[in-house]
């Protein structure tokens, strides 16, 4: 399963889920960024799985961050904020209208769906 940046949908717990993120530039136009990071929180902002400031490795205007295992680790205790999670992307690209480097952020929440017995 997976989801835009501009989505919002359920992963599962301890599954794979997929980010598709588009960067543009300031028109609007696809963009491949110079760089690019991702983080994954929770409800708590707390770092999930050491998922903080991950390189994208392989640049494109439309890039895929892949979570799974750990990473959608439900926590047993009954706290819902437990479940949710922000992927936030951050990049920077040239800019044709500045003629300089710009930053890209962008972020999507999600809830991690519990499975019982998992």
């Known amino acids: 399963m997976g989801a835009t940046m501009e989505q919002l949908e ?4 301890q599954s794979s889920y997929i980010v598709q993120v588009d960067f543009t530039d300031e028109n609007g136009d696809p963009v ?3 760089a690019a990071t991702w983080t994954l929180t929770d409800g708590h902002g707390a770092i999930v799985n050491s998922r903080e400031d991950v390189t994208i ?6 890039v895929y961050v892949a979570m799974y295992g750990a990473d959608l680790d439900v926590d047993e205790s009954g706290d819902r904020t437990d479940n949710l999670r922000c992927l936030v992307v ?8 500045t003629g300089g480097t710009l930053p890209l952020r962008k972020a999507v929440k999600f ?7 998992v």
């Open 10 to 13: 359920n992963a599962t717990d």
């Open 32 to 34: 491949t960024p110079v």
């Open 57 to 62: 490795a392989s640049l494109a205007a439309t």
């Open 90 to 97: 951050e990049a920077t690209y040239n800019s044709s209208l």
């Open 111 to 117: 809830l991690v769906t519990d499975l019982p017995n």
